[in-house]
């Protein structure tokens, strides 16, 4: 949205999803764009939907994890240990950038 606002785009509506499924009647009917996981856009390449990746350097996307610092949860804290392993890994790796060929 910060990048949209210092372009002077605004949309008109945003629609918050919690699965790709969700979106494909807003794209399909051309009211709307997703920004969705990779997986996710791969399942609604069809019917006319086209996919793109999107490669803007300043665009990042934040992940956060909470939980009680009290949880006595063995599961709790496992994933969040799973969680940090995880992400320390991520962070190793840079995505490769690929044309998108006209």
Do not use: C, W
């Not at 300043?58 to 063995?74: F, P």
Request: hydrophobic residues 45%; aromatic residues 6%; positive net charge.
């Amino acid at each position: 949205m910060h990048a949209a606002e210092q372009q002077n785009i605004s949309p008109s509506k945003i629609q918050h999803i919690t699965a790709p499924e969700e979106a494909f009647p807003f794209v399909a009917d051309g009211s709307a764009v997703a920004f969705l996981v990779k997986a996710g856009a791969l399942l609604m390449a069809r019917n006319g939907v086209t996919v793109r990746p999107l490669a803007q350097p300043d665009l990042r996307l934040k992940t956060y994890l909470v939980s009680r610092a009290d949880n006595e949860s063995k599961l709790a804290s496992e994933l969040v240990k799973a969680f940090m392993r995880k992400i320390s890994d991520v962070n190793k790796y840079k995505q490769l950038l690929l044309r998108i060929s006209a």
